[in-house]
C-alpha cells in the first residue's frame, strides 16, 4: 500500500463536502464490519459521494494518489 498523500482527505472534502467525509471510528463503525460480524476492516476515512460525477471525482483522485479504495453499497 503506498503513502497516503498528506492532504488527501482535503482533496476529497473538496469533492463530496466535508458532511460526507467520514473520519472518526464511531461514524465509521457500520461500513467497516459486515452483518454477520465476522470480518472488521480499517480505513482512512468513508467517503459517499452523492452523485455519478462525484463517484468519478473520487476514483480518478484516488488512481492519481496511487490510495486504494473499496466501493460500497448496501453495506455488501
Do not use: W
Not at 11 to 28: F, T, Y
Not at 58 to 63: G, I, K
Amino acid at each position: 500500500m503506498s503513502t497516503t498523500p498528506p492532504d488527501l482527505l482535503q482533496q476529497l472534502a473538496k469533492i463530496v463536502g466535508e458532511a460526507h467525509v467520514l473520519r472518526g471510528a464511531s461514524d465509521m463503525a457500520g461500513y467497516l464490519s459486515e452483518p454477520r460480524d465476522l470480518f472488521h476492516g480499517k480505513a482512512l476515512a468513508i467517503v459517499r459521494p452523492a452523485s455519478t460525477q462525484e463517484v468519478a471525482d473520487v476514483l480518478r483522485l484516488c488512481n492519481e494518489t496511487c490510495t486504494a479504495l473499496v466501493p460500497q453499497g448496501g453495506n455488501t
